[in-house]
């Protein structure tokens, strides 16, 4: 019971830091769009410019599949969305983390936490890969540093996850660490939540 409680404490503070990134990012938006709407700025090209992109910026930082607040705190009512958020951070980590040394098993854990199409892409990378992964001695481990839900159901979920990569291989001297955001969607298959579809954004 008391990891369940520090689980969900876990994902409401995740929720409330996600809820305050939009509204930040809503807030100098509409500060943006009066500023487009004066006169100064108006006859200013180069100024209006950069407002302009200013808002493109702050458009992106909304998590992908987020429509508004509300709509987060209505999905996260879903008696599913803790279990549906704790399959997607487990299971996208054993998906995108992998090891030249032990790469029989991680195609096999692949096969255990993918469903459908996904199945069938993921275990076939890995193997187009092999010898490749092998060669280079390449080394990925991934972890989760965000996520939420943006929709759940009895059988389906959908989690934006952002991630951190770290990757090693013999051909450069210092592991590369990559930062990226992907959508992941989950089935339910039975008693067990599945990968079934990956989006990735840089």
Not at 5 to 27: G, N, Q, T, Y
Not at 58 to 63: E, K, T
Not at 139 to 151: D, F, L, M, Q, R
Request: charged share 30%; glycine share 4%; net charge negative.
């Amino acid at each position: 019971m008391k990891k369940r409680d520090k689980r969900i404490r876990k994902i409401e503070e995740e929720i409330a830091a996600l809820e305050e990134r939009i509204a930040s990012a809503e807030r100098e938006r509409e500060r943006n769009d009066l500023l487009l709407c004066s006169e100064e700025v108006y006859r200013d090209g180069e100024k209006m410019k950069k407002i302009q992109a200013q808002n493109t910026d702050l458009a992106a930082r909304r998590p992908k599949g987020f429509a508004n607040i509300e709509e987060i705190q209505e999905t996260f009512r879903s008696h599913d969305y803790v279990a549906v958020l704790q399959a997607a951070r487990s299971e996208i980590v054993d998906l995108t983390s992998f090891d030249y040394l032990t790469l029989d098993d991680d195609i096999a854990q692949a096969k255990r936490i993918t469903t459908g199409d996904l199945q069938k892409e993921v275990v076939a990378q890995l193997n187009k890969t092999r010898a490749d992964v092998t060669s280079a001695e390449a080394v990925v481990s991934t972890e989760v540093i965000g996520a939420a839900v943006t929709k759940a159901d009895d059988e389906h979920g959908t989690v934006v996850l952002f991630i951190q990569s770290t990757q090693k291989n013999n051909q450069v001297a210092q592991a590369q660490v990559l930062q990226y955001q992907v959508e992941a969607n989950l089935t339910k298959v039975g008693d067990r939540w599945l990968l079934s579809g990956i989006q990735g954004q840089g």
